[in-house]
Structure formats: structure tokens, C-alpha cells
């Protein structure tokens, strides 16, 4: 068989990988803790079950406009006044088929071969992959500090005359940290100023703690959606828990939009009719649907950061926003695909190798799930890496012993 060099050169997921050897692991009958996956465990808010249903009871299940259907829009409308206090036109949106899409639609829309998209690490999964699949080049900028906050004096070093696009996500998958004020007004201002693209991946934008607030792009530009170089993406999937919905939008002048749906047209044709009319009940329904997430999710980071602290020798920075960290286990292992396969295996724990968002030697976890899996999930861990802990532990019914360190 004959497979495209292109194809070829594109690595599977990492964190679908990691779902698909739990749900193994699980169908054998073994106690799996997930740590690795960002799913919240809530249920998806009343008024998107019952706006979807209403649908499906009415049998309309048919095709609609290739960029959304206009009720979904003047939802989203709403929702970016209200969220980003910026007036747009339904001619300023696409629905797409999930978030990920949306930033896909934008890259390939976007991009040409051999140019530059700088991605700051640590960064999501799929970027430079999505990058790499348009035939561009993702230019990856890392902090010299050794922090997971970007500095804009690395990102002035990485920009090239090749340069077409920047992604910030903030708050950050996997670190969890939110970018300040200054730095997303600064890098706002020098995109303008240069005619570099501003991708704002804000999927977790009001998932954030500690009374902190994720700054929008459009706060520091006087530019209006059809002249602006800031683009969002956003989606249903994260703030309100509707990861199986599917159903993300870009927000960007009118022009790109028209291209974004020539390309969705030739690809998926629609978002989902049902999986539309959920969304747009999501939007308009009550919101405290996700207060109560966000509440949740920021317990659930008071009690991993008291669990992590235990151990003896790993560092991690608090997280600020959505519902990962990224903790740095070099300590104990410098390869961190190694550590993560060992601990699903040895201790029956999923978690997500940091080599994967361009920090080598740490591990992503994930706090979306209960506060039981999160304790036991750690704990577990400790046993398996720390010296210091109990020789013996028990996962279920069975005892383990720690006897291959």
C-alpha cells in the first residue's frame, strides 16, 4: 500500500492513544484511573438536552447552511457581546464541526507552504501537527526562563519574514497558567503593527481561578472585526462540559470567513443539525451550568496541588485556568513517554507525556474527573516513583508490591 508522504509524516494523538490502551486495560477488568484526558465528568446543561431533543422530535433533521445555522449564530452573537464586549455580524462566524476544526479552518485558510506558525510552548497536541498538514512550518518558542510563561523578547527572536500566524491559548493546555494583561496587549499591538495573524484558541477563556480573569485579544486593539488581525476560536466542548457535541466557531472578518466555508463545504459539508440546536440551547440557557463547573474544576486544583506536593521530588507550577498541570518528574525520569507508559502499567494510571507539548521530562494531568480518582490517582503515582512511599499498596482487591525499583 501506498501512503502519502504527507499522511506519513502527521503523529497520532497522543491522548486519543492513551483513551484507546485504558479502555483496553479496562475491558480485561482492571481499575484504570484517567488522569490524562480533559473531560469534565458533568452532565451537559438541561437547555442544550432539551433544545436537541426538541429537534429530534420534530424530525427536522436536514442539512443546514454550510457555516451554521443562523439561530446558532445570533447565539454566538450574544455571546461575544456579553464575553468579549465586541459587536460582530453573523458574516463574522463559522460553526464547525468542534473547536479543533475551527483552528484547522483557520490554518489551512491561512497558511502556504513554508510559512512560519510560532507556537509557544508548552503548547496543545494537534498545533504543529495541524501546521504540518497545510505543508507549514510551526516554529516552536520556549521560554528561556524555563517557565511556562511566553516572553515576547523570545517571540521577537522566533518572528521571520516567513511569519504568517501566532496561536496563544490562554489559560493553557497542559501548564494551566493564564497569560497577563501586558503580554496579550503587547503581542496584540506588534501583530497589528506587523500584519501577523493572532489565533486566540480561548476554549477554556471562563474556566479560570483565584478571581483572575483570561484577557481577550480584542481588549487591546481599536481595530474592528474586518480590519483586525486577531482571530478567535472558541467552543461548547469545555465550558459547559459538551466534549461529545462537537461544536466550535471562528470568529474573524468577513472575507476569511467565506473561505473557511468554501474549504468546511468540501469537507463535512454542516455541523450536525441536532448537535447545533444543543449548542445554541447551551448559549441561551441559564449560565451557571458553568459557575458550577468552573467551582468544581477549581477544587479539584486545590486537591491535586496538595496531593502533588507530597511528593519529594517534583516541582509544579499552580495552575490558573482550565483543568491541567504539568508537573516536572524529571527527578525521577528524564523520558517522559517512558514514565507515562510506566505507570499505566504499573500503577494503572493515564497520564499524558509532556514530550508531547515540548516539555520533555513532565507529565500532563488532568483534574477535570472526581476528587477520588484525583486522590488515588496521585497516590497511586507516589507509590510507583517515590521511594519514600509504601512498598505496598492496594489498587481494587489486588496488592502490589514495589519491586522493580
Known sequence: MSISQLARSIVDSPTLRLNEEARLLRERGLPVIHLGIGEPKNKAPINAILAA??????????????????????AIISYTEDNYDRIIAPENIIVTNGAKQSLFNVIYSLVDPQDEVILLAPYWVSYPEMVKMVHGVPIVVSSKDGTFYPRMEDILEAVSSYTKAIIVNSPNNPSGVVYSADFIGELVEYCET????????????RLVFDGKLAPPGYQ????????????????????????????????????????????????????????QAAAEGALNGIQSSVESLRLTIENNRNVIMQELRSFSGIRVTQPEGAFYCLPDFRAYEENSIELADFLLKKALVVTV???????????????SGTVKDITEGVARMKWAIDPESPRE?????????????
Do not use: C
Not at 420534530?58 to 439561530?71: C, F, I, M, N, R
Not at 461544536?247 to 473561505?259: F, K, S
Open 353 to 367: 507525556p509532556g514530550i508531547e507539548f515540548g516539555f520533555e521530562g513532565h507529565l500532563r494531568l488532568s483534574f
Open 53 to 74: 431533543a426538541n429537534k429530534l422530535n420534530a424530525g427536522e433533521v436536514k442539512y443546514t447552511p454550510t457555516d451554521g445555522l443562523p439561530s446558532l449564530k445570533q
Open 393 to 405: 499498596i492496594y489498587i481494587g482487591d489486588r496488592k502490589l508490591i514495589r519491586d522493580w525499583l
Open 194 to 205: 506587523k500584519g501577523i495573524y493572532l489565533i486566540m484558541d480561548d476554549i477554556y477563556h
Open 220 to 275: 487591546f486593539t481599536q481595530n474592528d472585526i474586518e480590519s483586525t488581525k486577531v482571530i478567535v476560536t472558541n467552543g461548547v466542548s469545555k465550558l459547559y462540559g459538551m466534549t461529545g457535541f462537537r461544536i466550535g466557531w471562528v470568529i474573524a472578518n468577513r472575507r476569511l470567513v467565506e473561505v473557511m466555508t468554501n474549504v468546511q463545504a468540501q469537507m463535512t459539508s454542516n455541523p450536525g443539525t441536532i448537535l
